[in-house]
């Protein structure tokens, strides 16, 4: 079975700029969550997708905004980039069910300069 | 506000010595707890989910435990390929999301 895919995975903008990711969950999986890496804030949620719907946000501006298709695919979209948004995007995708484990995906790096 | 915290933050060990790490976390109403393992520039691994405490969880060198405050991940004579950071995460009641500690970095050196 496929893993998570996300594209692009390198990534080179500048401030300012606007910066849309996607990822492709595992064949099955209905969720689709964020989550964004740095090495000063380690791990953090940015949002949850489940049938097109936004079920849960975390605490991250507006400028972070994402959707997702009838096929699970989602996409996640930074507007007027900042210096700080440089770091690892990671998609990871579950059954959704509410125990259910989530498959992370390889990552988008996003330099922003 | 969900906290977990893992220790040690680094750990360098020889090939053949066990060790553990730890995960402790303070949350109202745990629904899961899973460990991951992430090598640089790549995408978190799962390795378990535990749900209840006292469960236990094994594959290959590694055991994973829990209880009602805190998880170990004990690591029985590591291999140079077990080197890798290793992220605790806890899942709550109502709630989707994974909040993670900041992980504790392994180097097994041959």
């Known amino acids: 079975k496929a893993g998570v895919t996300q594209t692009p995975r390198y990534l080179i903008k500048t401030r300012g700029q606007q910066v849309t990711l996607s990822c492709s969950p595992i064949s099955g999986h209905r969720s689709v969550s964020w989550y964004q890496q740095t090495p000063g804030q380690g791990l953090q949620f940015l949002f949850e997708y489940f049938s097109e719907t936004q079920r849960n946000k975390g605490n991250f501006p507006g400028r972070f905004s994402g959707r997702q298709f009838s096929n699970s695919r989602s996409e996640m979209n930074v507007s007027t980039l900042e210096l700080g948004d440089s770091a690892l995007y990671l998609c990871?995708?579950?059954?959704?069910?509410?125990?259910?484990?989530?498959?992370f995906g390889p990552g988008t790096r996003l330099l922003v300069l | 506000e969900d906290q977990v915290t893992q220790s040690p933050e680094a750990l360098r060990l020889q090939e053949g010595e066990s060790s553990s790490l730890n995960c402790s976390y303070t949350?109202?109403?745990?629904?899961?707890l899973f460990w991951y393992r992430q090598d640089p520039g790549k995408g978190p691994e799962f390795l378990f989910t535990l749900y209840s405490a006292g469960e236990e969880k094994e594959k290959e060198r590694l055991k994973a435990t829990l209880t009602k405050k805190e998880s170990f991940l004990h690591i029985t004579a590591p291999k140079p390929e077990d080197s890798a950071t290793y992220l605790c995460?806890?899942?709550?009641?109502?709630?989707?999301?994974?909040?993670f500690g900041a992980g504790t970095t392994v180097t097994v050196r041959a």
């Open positions: 949350v109202s109403g745990l629904r899961g």
């Open positions: 995460a806890v899942q709550v009641s109502n709630d989707y999301k994974l909040s």
């Open positions: 990871a995708s579950s059954l959704a069910t509410r125990q259910e484990t989530q498959y």
